[in-house]
């Protein structure tokens, strides 16, 4: 429950937000049940159950009888189990092969990853934490503790877990390529977690992708925007992306183009109005297209929700920024180390 939450609150883990709120809301039942506000207990029966062994005092004391917990919906109860198991056989690999800078990565089983996919999208998860992010953190911290250090843009090794099978890859240094990328179809998203379809950028070209910044997945992007994709790729055979090496990433650069998002991003949105929008070109009957310079998606949203129209379709037509120059950079030093 706490990784819910996660953002809420510092200095805590999930573990302690989720006994935390589970605490307080057993406290609000006893005291509404003593304040005689809660007149048929039976119904708080299936809430002990799933608030887990913080409740089975209070059930037992209600009931006279003890409970079997029900375990995570999410995770069944498993996360802390995971934490040690990837830690312990990840601190073996660094001890035994000598390594000392590490990445670490997690993924996650199919089963798994669309119950996450489920909560976030039906509680909204505003302040959620992936499982993905809390095990990496949570190992990652224990590790460095330990006298071993994570660093993104260098490791000697990166070390991926499974959680499907508690099996640890470990991978060697690959180096990482910047390719800038157009997008020319909807519903297609750059990696395959956050796709709801079977088609993602990611699984077309086979290899593993890092994002510095992107648009909705029904936005087409026209603008070339940056991605770092981890060793060599396929071609995709589809139409739906165009890519261009730029050449290998370094350092410098990637933590440069990781912390530039485009200042302005042009958007040209076709949509449907019984009235003429300010600024719009007519195309036919109700329909209009809208061209918006704004900072990004969020901005975006909040300029269409204000006018009185039905949005068809969005596109990404420019986008400015120091990303740009950055990506120019990065392929005029690939082609001087050739020269």
Sequence with gaps: MGRAFATLGRGHSNAERGKAIKLTLLMEIDRKVKDHEIPN?????????????LARDLHRFYFGEDMEPRPCWLCSGKIEWMKVD?????????????????LLGVKLGRELKGRELEFTSKEKGLFYESIKNELKREVG?????????PDFENP???????VE?????????????LVSYKRFCRGVSLSSWASTSPMSLESSIGARLSVPFSELSETRIFEDYPVVV???YIEPKESCFRLLKLGELRGKHR??????????????????????????????GPLYDITLVVSGPEELK??????????????LVIAEGKFKRIMQQSKTSNISDRV
């Excluded at 990837?86 to 590490?102: C, D, P, S």
């Excluded at 909040?302 to 596109?315: A, G, H, K, T």
């Design 302 to 315: 909040s300029r269409l929700d204000d006018m009185n129209i039905e949005v068809l379709s969005v596109d």
């Design 156 to 162: 000697e090794v990166e070390l991926l877990y499974q």
């Design 230 to 232: 981890k060793g060599q």
């Design 255 to 284: 933590k440069l183009l990781f912390s530039a998002p485009p200042s302005k991003r042009m958007y040209r949105v076709t949509v449907v109005s019984d009235a003429p929008p300010a600024g719009s070109f007519h195309l036919a």
């Design 165 to 177: 099978t508690g099996e640890l890859q470990v991978l060697r240094k690959r180096e990482e390529l």
């Design 41 to 53: 207990l039976c119904q708080l029966k299936e809430l002990f159950v799933n608030t887990g062994e």
């Design 141 to 149: 911290k224990i590790l460095s503790q330990e006298g071993f250090l």
């Design 86 to 102: 990837f830690t312990n056989k990840a601190r073996m690999v660094l001890k035994h092969q000598g390594f000392k800078r590490f």
